[in-house]
Each structure stands twice: as structure tokens, then as C-alpha cells.
């Protein structure tokens, strides 16, 4: 089971680097305050940043689901909805 939750988490990790990237490169801009900093930090290579968040945040969901499986599945869900939300913005 942490499996299938840690693969899913992880393919919406991508799904959410794949919109994101695409959203900046059609001059849109990062709302999280947080990947808005580190983008700031590494203009050029926003691709990079998107990796690395999206294997240490695969790698700690793992982790928080080997512990408490239920909070893995709400920020499932959270990134869902992250997906989501960057989804309308990209068919606007």
C-alpha cells in the first residue's frame, strides 16, 4: 500500500513540475512563496529546482507514510488540487 501512495504522490510531483514549468515559460508566475524564493535564487535553471523538490518531497512522503499512511494520502490530495488549480490555469 505505501508503495501505490508513494508512486502516486510521486507522479503528481511530476504532473505539478510539468504545469508549473509550462506556466512560467508562458510568462505566468510561482504563487508558493517558497518555490517563488529558490526560483528567484536559480532563474535559470527552474527545471532543476522542480527536480530536486519533486525527489526530497517523494522521499519524505515516503517516509511520513511508513509512519502515518493517512497524512501521505491528505498531501495526496493537497497536490491533487495543486495540479488541478496549475491545470485551468494552462487551458485558459
Known amino acids: 500500500m505505501i508503495y501505490i501512495l508513494t508512486l502516486t504522490f510521486f507522479i503528481l510531483q511530476l504532473?505539478?513540475?510539468y504545469t508549473t514549468s509550462t506556466i512560467l515559460k508562458n510568462g505566468g508566475r510561482e504563487q508558493n512563496p517558497l518555490m517563488n524564493f529558490l526560483f528567484n535564487l536559480n532563474k535559470e535553471n527552474v527545471d532543476l529546482v522542480m527536480s530536486i523538490k519533486a525527489l526530497v518531497s517523494t522521499t519524505v512522503g515516503y517516509f511520513i507514510g511508513l509512519?502515518?499512511?493517512?497524512?501521505?494520502?491528505?498531501?495526496?490530495?493537497?497536490y491533487l488540487l495543486a495540479v488541478i488549480h496549475n491545470g485551468k490555469s494552462l487551458w485558459r
Do not use: G, K, T
Open 15 to 17: 504532473l505539478d513540475w
Open 67 to 78: 509512519a502515518m499512511p493517512l497524512l501521505l494520502v491528505v498531501l495526496i490530495i493537497i
